[in-house]
């Protein structure tokens, strides 16, 4: 993840900005029985957000699960809104930029172990216009 270079954006983040439901791009496909996993996020503080990992439970078992926060680390025109979270004892980057979220770690396993049959939460989700359908 780079370094921002400086937070011409401001210190507190805009509700507008991030708080959405966002998912893989094999939710567009969940009537044909795709696999998908879908992120909530809302503001909870001017520096702070609650995120929920879910995964497809309507007809298969969820492969993904995660409840946590995470803190603005910062934000700019490049890399556009980044927050960390401490995920297993590794640091966890939810980045929100062109109304895509990216999660990343420099643990990659570390995202891993909230997914089952070898999935992870790392990886590139699109904002929704509407609601994610859990």
Known sequence: ??????????DNVSADTVSADYATTDYD???QGYDWVGVIVRVESERQIDIKVRSRSDIKKPTCHFDGKATLMGQDTAHGTIFQA??????AFFQFKDDK????????????????????????YKKLAAS???
Request: glycine share 10%; net charge negative; with cysteine.
């Open 1 to 10: 993840m780079p370094a921002i270079q400086s937070n011409i954006l401001g």
């Open 86 to 91: 401490t995920v297993n004892d590794s640091t």
């Open 132 to 134: 994610l359908e859990i």
């Open 29 to 31: 496909k969940r009537a």
């Open 101 to 124: 979220l990216i999660i990343d770690s420099p643990d990659k396993y570390a995202l891993n172990y909230f997914c089952s049959g070898g999935g992870s939460l790392a990886g590139e």
